[in-house]
């Protein structure tokens, strides 16, 4: 069985009160007033946040970014859809801009030839998991199987394998999930902000939610594709593009494949224009630690 989104965090928000409920029980069996009380709420919190909390500030992790001036990520999920994957790929590549696709290992097998499109376009593929299942109770076995299933479609598609980034459906982890993945040379990756262009909040919005978070080593999640399988229109994502690219290159900003800004020495296709060379900082990142 497979939990949805609602039935994930409703299942997750049970986990936090029989956490917090076996802190009650133990004070009252002990004696102790409200220690394992005040205990269980603290890893209850931390729990629920470290599910959810993928793009959440108050669990960012500081990793290498490489924050020269001018280099952003632009990261599309939930694709390839052939309403979109295939536009937005070109437009990138027309405008000497690389982007990486968090891709569905389930449509990637659907539309194989989008796969090698946005290869052969000089992008990056990374996996987003094969049919979008939420991961919070995912055993480490249906973890395993999710990536390899994408990376035998992506293999298939483009002769080469997927670069070892991963993104969590939902952003939803469980609290072994970035170790599931570290073991086979995965890193889980999260994204910044909350542009939330799968509302449809309208092309504006999208493009004015995007400028905000626009800075060097910034990264930035929309969608090229609908992961729910309800095939929800992401036409406001594609028509933001051009005005998000011209405000990116306003500020001197090109984005980069993901695996160049976090330095992880990976990359599954041609080189794309180089990020210039300079000193790394530590900076922000909202992932787990690779
Ligand atoms: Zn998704």
């Not at 205990?39 to 470290?50: D, F, I, N, R």
């Not at 990261?75 to 070109?90: K, L, Y």
């Not at 998000?244 to 976090?262: T, V």
């Not at 020495?265 to 000193?279: A, C, D, F, L, T």
Request: aromatic share 6%; with cysteine; net charge positive.
């Amino acid at each position: 069985m497979t939990l949805g989104k609602k039935g994930t965090w409703a299942a997750c928000t049970f986990v936090g009160f029989l956490i917090v409920a076996a802190g009650v029980a133990l004070d009252r069996a002990l004696g102790t007033r409200l220690a394992f009380t005040l205990a269980a709420l603290a890893v209850a919190t931390v729990y629920l946040g470290w599910s959810f909390g993928l793009a959440m500030p108050l669990l960012r992790t500081r990793v290498d970014r490489i924050r020269q001036p001018g280099s952003f990520s632009l990261t599309f999920d939930d694709g390839p859809d052939p309403r979109n994957t295939a536009e937005i790929s070109e437009l990138l590549a027309l405008r000497d801009h690389r982007a990486t696709f968090f891709v569905l290992g389930a449509a990637a097998r659907r539309h194989p030839e989008l796969v090698a499109k946005v290869h052969d376009d000089g992008h990056e593929i990374a996996v987003h998991g094969y049919d979008h299942r939420l991961l919070a109770f995912s055993l480490p076995s249906v973890v395993r199987r999710q990536v390899e299933e994408t990376e035998a479609a992506v293999l298939a598609a483009t002769g080469r394998p997927p670069v070892r980034l991963f993104r969590a459906p939902h952003g939803v982890r469980s609290p072994w999930l970035a170790t599931t993945l570290k073991r086979r040379g995965y890193r889980l990756c999260g994204w910044d902000g909350r542009i939330f262009d799968t509302a449809n909040p309208g092309i504006p919005t999208i493009v004015a939610r995007v400028r905000h978070m626009l800075a060097a080593g910034a990264v930035i999640l929309l969608h090229d594709g609908d992961g729910s399988g309800k095939g929800a229109s992401r036409r406001q994502t594609v028509d933001a593009l051009p005005a998000i690219l011209d405000d990116a290159e306003a500020r001197g900003l090109h984005s980069i494949r993901l695996s160049a800004l976090l330095s992880t020495g990976e990359g599954s296709s041609v080189p794309p224009r180089e990020p210039p060379r300079g000193r790394r900082r530590s900076a922000s990142e909202r992932e787990t630690p690779a």
